[in-house]
């Protein structure tokens, strides 16, 4: 698989500085075009339209895909500064006629350079069948301003676009939208057919043809592509949207990726489906997934992609790069997904084992915090009655036996004593273990995460407790030198670092796959069992399961002024100024976009409470997920300082226009009902909300239209002012 010499690469087209009447006027020109020949529509040989994307100054990516039987293709290009191709752009002889490789799924990539800055063109792939010349639809494409342009840029950017069962009615307004580029901040597809816990079991679907190099999850109910052609059939899907074929018809497009792209919560080359009960990591799968993702996106690599086929996984592709838009922005996209290591809760660690016993804490904290529980070892105490009991039930709570051994938490033991008890006389019951005995050491166990069950994400990859995943992840950032949590990988980090560093561009935009503002609920003021009435993260998979490296980033972009976030994978639009707890000063400005399709960040809460006991059995637990905006934002636990607007429910995207004068936000929002009902045909139909937020240059500060007044967050009181 993907050998140098069947890696698909664009081919580089050089335009001229002609510009070819299309009538003729007797000139000479480089490679004329045939102007008399009719056109026929080619949108059968087209399914997936065209595409453009990484606009620079002087270039710009064309793509598109041509159907028609298994051997290899030739196609034209064309292109002209106005859309009905009077001014046809002159190319080097012997470079507008392009191949379209079997190997390659029959996808073109051109690469168009000596082009004007800052300006639209036209363009068109044209397929010779017979005496008959069928051309597929006219993309509109713009390259970007000079580096030293005093000129307003204007983008937007989306994510998370789910094809299964859901339609992309954002798609719909932002093809109306006036801009320069778009951003992709990764979930171009998912991976899966129908994961019923967070994708839908009805309406439109993606099916895939090599069924049998697919991995069958649920029992074989759903499919995860594994395959080459697995996930190049998900392109080939996902690209027959007419909604999202629109979009890319108008726009050039910077993507990156996230982890459905690949694997779900994936790290590197590792999934997450079956939580520890198996090796999941396979590089061959995480390679197809790349190859699919490069031959479909409107990239190369050369000065904007890195690739080296023959190199070993992550370094394969290096696929974060940066753009210049003129004076004012610089946009630097970074790949959060290939070289981050695993979440630091294992999803298959036994709940009762203790990971800081007394000593360490000691030696690490100078004293052993309030958080911290019993535990005894389970192999002595009591002559050792307990292990049996533990032993006993390895098969039951699907916990591998021989973890019964060594430091155990006394919550832990009393909770697998207190129901082996059961039905039995008070005579032979075996006591439970005093927790407030003063003789017993203090410590912190995976259960002490909210890690209950002995594979599961609850815990672990989401909903861990807060204060305890605090002191064992700066214990662990510590004892690995930062490995524990090193998102970036070095080169990329320092590269990255540079890049802001060194950029003298009014705003420095990262193109950011995760939330970086921390995203927390506080249960304590509710009526639920003492386990629960603590601070939980919502999710580890993002920065907040990364937070010590989060914040040596933050606190050098800080010192920067004008660094804005760009923020895609929760599914919901929030807004705010991340940065170190305890200095106000030290933030950045992130705004968070929705899902342009898949499920919200409500509807994914809600699935996961009703999909796992423990939390299902909680009175209340439901309606708390119903009402995670006001668990985030909380005014009385503030428990999140640096978040100023959350809306869970909700899909679009986000517009952005950036001057030196300001840089707008416009979050442009439907109802997260509407996914689930195709709007196409009927946009007029559709309600479009508006948000709007504006940050000024040379400081970190975030404002709200309200009404047409600007009001500025306050971390303080957790308000508008």
């Not at 793509?63 to 009905?84: I, N, S």
């Not at 005093?434 to 890690?451: N, Q, S, T």
């Not at 919200?600 to 939390?615: A, H």
């Not at 045909?681 to 500060?701: A, V």
Request: proline share 4%; glycine share 8%.
């Amino acid at each position: 698989m993907m050998k140098r010499r069947d890696f698909l690469r664009a081919t580089l087209v050089t335009a001229g500085a002609l510009v070819v009447p299309a009538c003729g006027d007797g000139t000479e020109t480089i490679n004329p075009v045939d102007t008399e020949r009719e056109l026929a529509d080619g949108a059968e040989f087209f399914p997936q339209s065209v595409a453009s994307g990484d606009p620079r100054p002087g270039s710009v990516v064309l793509w598109t895909r041509v159907q028609d039987g298994a051997a290899d293709l030739e196609l034209e290009l064309e292109v002209a500064t106005d859309a009905g191709f009077a001014q046809r752009v002159a190319i080097e002889a012997g470079q507008a006629k392009v191949k379209a490789l079997a190997k390659h799924d029959h996808c073109v990539k051109v690469k168009v350079r000596g082009l004007s800055a800052g300006t639209v063109y036209y363009y068109r792939f044209i397929y010779v069948k017979g005496d008959t010349s069928y051309a597929s639809r006219v993309g509109r494409t713009k390259t970007a301003p000079a580096e030293d342009a005093d000129v307003k840029v204007r983008f937007a950017y989306v994510s998370c676009q789910d094809y299964v069962g859901r339609y992309y009615n954002p798609y719909l307004a932002l093809a109306q939208e006036e801009l320069d580029f778009f951003v992709h901040l990764g979930d171009y597809i998912y991976e899966t057919d129908g994961d019923p816990s967070f994708q839908s079991t009805t309406g439109r679907r993606v099916v895939f043809t090599d069924s049998a190099g697919s991995i069958a999850l649920g029992d074989g109910a759903y499919h995860a592509a594994k395959s080459l052609d697995n996930y190049r059939e998900l392109y080939r899907t996902y690209r027959s949207d007419a909604n999202l074929q629109k979009v890319h018809e108008s726009f050039a497009m910077i993507a990156t990726w996230d982890d459905h792209e690949f694997s779900n919560d994936c790290f590197g080359a590792t999934a997450t489906y079956f939580d520890g009960r198996q090796d999941e990591t396979d590089a061959n799968r995480r390679k197809a997934a790349n190859q699919a993702w490069f031959e479909y996106q409107p990239v190369d690599y050369g000065d904007d992609v890195e690739v080296d086929p023959e190199a070993s996984l992550p370094d394969q592709f290096r696929i974060y790069r940066d753009f210049v838009f003129g004076r004012h922005v610089h946009l630097v996209m970074t790949d959060l997904r290939s070289y981050r290591p695993d979440h630091l809760i294992p999803e298959d660690a036994f709940p009762g084992r203790v990971v800081l016993d007394q000593a360490k804490l000691t030696a690490e904290l100078g004293e052993v915090p309030a958080v911290a529980l019993p535990y005894v070892d389970v192999e002595t105490y009591g002559d050792g009655i307990y292990a049996p009991v533990l032993t006993g039930a390895a098969e039951t709570l699907g916990y591998d036996p021989a973890e019964v051994t060594g430091k155990i938490s006394v919550a832990f033991i009393n909770e697998i004593v207190a129901a082996a008890n059961e039905g039995l006389p008070a005579d032979v019951q075996i006591p439970l273990i005093d927790p407030a005995d003063e003789g017993l050491e203090r410590g912190i166990a995976y259960v002490d995460f909210g890690k209950i069950s002995a594979h599961g994400i609850i815990g672990t990859r989401y909903f861990t407790a807060k204060d305890t995943f605090d002191i064992y992840a700066a214990v662990r950032y510590k004892e690995t030198e930062g490995a524990s949590e090193d998102v970036m990988g070095a080169k990329q980090e320092a590269w990255f670092l540079d890049t802001m560093e060194d950029s003298k561009a009014t705003w420095k935009v990262w193109g950011n796959e995760f939330c970086l503002v921390q995203l927390a609920v506080d249960l304590s003021p509710y009526s639920l069992p003492a386990q629960f009435k603590r601070s939980f993260y919502m999710s580890a998979d993002a920065w907040d399961g990364f937070r010590n490296k989060r914040d040596e980033l933050l606190e050098r972009l800080a010192e920067l002024g004008g660094v804005v976030a760009i923020t895609g994978d929760v599914h919901a639009f929030y807004a705010g100024t991340p940065g170190l707890n305890g200095d106000p000063t030290k933030k950045i400005v992130e705004l968070v976009g929705g899902a342009v399709s898949s499920a919200s960040f409500r509807e994914i809460l809600t699935s996961q409470v009703s999909g796992d006991p423990t939390l299902r059995a909680l009175p209340g637990a439901a309606a708390l997920a119903l009402s995670v905006d006001s668990l985030l934002m909380s005014s009385s636990t503030k428990i999140n300082p640096h978040l100023a607007h959350a809306d869970s429910h909700a899909h679009g995207y986000v517009v952005v226009e950036a001057s030196g004068q300001e840089l707008l936000a416009d979050m442009r929002s439907i109802d997260g009902a509407e996914a689930q009902t195709d709007y196409s045909g009927r946009s007029g139909d559709l309600k479009i909300r508006g948000k709007r937020f504006r940050t000024l240059p040379g400081e970190s500060e975030l404002y709200l239209d309200d009404h047409g007044a600007w009001k500025r967050w306050d971390q303080s009181t957790q308000a508008w002012i």
